[in-house]
């Protein structure tokens, strides 16, 4: 097989209709304050304990093409032993892996800050596809303040983000890439639509120049929405519209699906933003679907709290989420459902 073939056949699994991605990626810093906020013990046990009550979910096959994991995940097992990426496989679930190591300041740049982790990835990567990886995610982040992100701040991002990309493929990986930017601040969404629409144009002419082949990515970006500090929320046709609008002038057409995060938004109000975009835009050129990791698992947390015992309701609300989101990846999500299931 090609690299491009492989590439492509990671793609038709991923974009299987009705179906997106969950981010169960959290580094060790990350999980560990999730936890601590859900009263959970941060243990590499009760890790290997939460994910493997997510992959074991029944039905999470119906919704999930794909699955983000951080590095110690690869290595874990469920309880009858089976390594967890082969656990998904198994269901028909593409295994991905967090690659970034996280931000630092920019020097340059007051304020914006860079991913770090290229030095030595194409060698990782060999090693994180002998454990079954597919598909890698590599996040970049811009704060929205008056003056940031600065143009150096998106050039510098845009240029990594690219050169990660072009690794990734040159090894038969998938690369989603994730520009972010922040949902912190009280911006408006004129403001987050117009630095929105600057990162993207910058990330596809990296894109470009470091020869990425577009049909062989995800984008993972942040939907365009007013700052957390700045009320009321916009409505999910303001929200659609707005985020449709920013893709069309700068998203090729030639990229397969675009799977957004959910970037501190509340479960449903992702959700409903999701499908807005499907209800009201049918004949988008890309599959716009999720790779939510807070709006997906929020209340799975909270339910599991760490006990045995709440196992089959934390499952049960991880199936509504993903099913709520099945729904609005195909504009069929209604506010009423979210009830009657
Ligand atoms: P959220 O959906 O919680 O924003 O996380 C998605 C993600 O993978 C961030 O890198």
């Not at 009320?231 to 397969?256: G, Y």
């Not at 209800?279 to 209340?299: E, G, K």
Request: glycine share 8%.
């Amino acid at each position: 097989m090609t690299i491009e073939d492989e590439l492509q056949t990671t793609i038709a699994a991923i974009t299987q209709p009705g179906k997106g991605i969950v981010a169960a990626d959290e580094s060790l810093p990350t999980i560990g304050k999730r936890f601590a906020a859900a009263g959970i013990e941060v243990t590499e046990e009760n890790r290997r304990a939460y994910r493997t009550l997510l992959f074991t979910t029944p039905g999470a096959d119906l919704f999930l093409s794909g699955v983000i994991l951080f590095e110690e995940t690869l290595s874990q097992r469920d309880g009858d032993g089976t390594p967890l990426p082969q656990l998904l496989s198994r269901r028909g679930i593409v295994p991905g892996i967090k690659v970034d190591k996280g931000t630092t300041a920019l020097p340059g740049a007051p304020g914006d800050l860079v991913t770090q982790g290229l030095d030595g990835l194409a060698e990782r990567l060999k090693a994180y596809k002998a454990q079954g990886a597919r598909f890698a995610k590599w996040r970049e982040v811009y704060g929205v303040t008056d003056a940031n992100p600065t143009p150096l701040g998106i050039a510098a991002n845009a240029e990594v983000l690219a050169r990660y990309a072009a690794i990734c493929q040159g090894e038969g990986i998938v690369p989603i890439v994730e520009p972010e930017v922040l949902i912190d601040g009280d911006h408006t969404l004129e403001r987050c639509h117009e630095v929105s629409e600057a990162v993207l144009h910058a990330v596809f002419d990296a894109l470009h120049r470091h020869r990425v082949l577009l049909e062989g990515v995800i984008l993972k970006p942040s939907m365009v929405l007013p700052g957390k500090g700045h009320p009321p929320r916009a409505d999910p046709e303001q929200v659609a519209a707005a985020t449709i609008r920013v893709l069309r002038r700068t998203v090729p057409a030639a990229v397969p699906t675009i799977n957004f995060l959910s970037g501190g938004q509340a479960p449903e109000e992702a959700t409903a933003n999701l499908n807005a975009m499907n209800a009201l835009f049918p004949n988008a050129p890309w599959v716009l679907s999720f790779s939510y990791a807070r709006a997906l698992q929020d209340p799975v947390m909270r339910l599991w709290a760490g006990r045995a015992e709440n196992v089959a309701a934390a499952q049960q609300a991880f199936h509504h989420r993903m099913k709520m989101n099945s729904l609005a990846r195909q504009g069929k999500w209604l506010p009423e459902i979210e009830r009657t299931g």
